[in-house]
């Protein structure tokens, strides 16, 4: 638990010098708390409310060289991030986010305004979603290490899971899509525009209350586009046993987005499809029920045929569906 006991008055450059009390001081001096904290950084646990008696909870880990690259983004990109990959998972069970542990690994030399500006950026994340830093670890290490451990209130509703989508519903999805795969793309060829895709990449924006509002219209399945929307509807349509069809013509391809595509040679499609990290909700719905117009609607749930599985525009996608830590193509 980060709890500091006190420390060297003067502020050190390197993480090393600074001490890992030190260290805990600093950051848990940039926290805030809300009204669901009943105790926070200090002691041996945080206290937070959980009034369901249920408490929803995710964990993540981004290492640097995989998940992001400091020559990308800055430590405050990487604590938004960090914190909106978790606190969107608690968003998609229909969850309202309370509250974020971090597990920090960092290098002794690392520069102390690192770890400072991405707890900066974890807690500011954390605010979009009402949410608060309650505590965490720190620790030496080659690689820096971000782990996040969110945690939810499902204020007496039931979760919204992968395996309740029924032969029959449509499903919609709020939020970008390819966004982050495209800013990736442009990041790769050494560019930094079109901002607007560079910086979904580097800070995705969820939309965390269009969680537990889908879980209020009725939502029977539900998942973040983390790994891809091929990739996270294949594991909706696993645990429900249907097969799911989307319509490629009912997906926004930004004009923009477009443009990056034709100058890399890719198929924006191919983004929106298959690009991870944007964080969209995707969900399915009874097919009489009336959306806000925050949803798009983009395909619907139907009978398996063999093996349950995602297609497109009634086809088979025989390509790469998204994102797979241990695929061939991840190292």
Known sequence: ???????????????????????????????????????????????????????????????????????????????????????????????????????????????????????????DEARVAAAAVVGGDVTRGDVITVAITALGDLRDKAAVTRSGARAGDVVAVTGWLGWSAAGHAVLSRGFRSPRAFVEAHRRPEPPYHAGPAAAGLGATAMTDVSDGLIADLGHIAVASRVRIDVRSRQLDVPLQMSDIGQAVGVDPLQWVLTGGEDHAIVATFPRDRKLPARWRVIGEVLPPTGTPQVTVDGAPWDRAGGWDHFGPDQD
Do not use: C
Request: charged share 20%.
């Open 1 to 123: 638990m980060l709890s500091s006991p006190g420390g060297n008055p003067h502020h050190p450059s390197t993480v090393a010098e600074l001490g890992e009390f030190g260290l805990i001081r600093e950051l848990t001096s940039r926290l805030d708390t809300t009204p669901s904290v009943h105790l926070g950084p200090g002691d041996d646990a945080a206290v937070v409310a959980a009034p369901d008696r249920r408490v929803v909870a995710t964990t993540d880990i981004l290492l640097e060289g995989r998940h992001f690259r400091r020559d990308w983004s800055t430590a405050y990109d990487v604590g938004r991030k960090a914190a909106a990959q978790n606190l969107a998972d608690v968003a998609a069970m229909g969850a309202v986010p309370t509250a974020l542990l971090l597990g920090l690994v960092v290098p002794a030399e690392l520069p102390v305004n690192w770890p400072t500006e991405l707890m900066d950026g974890i807690r």
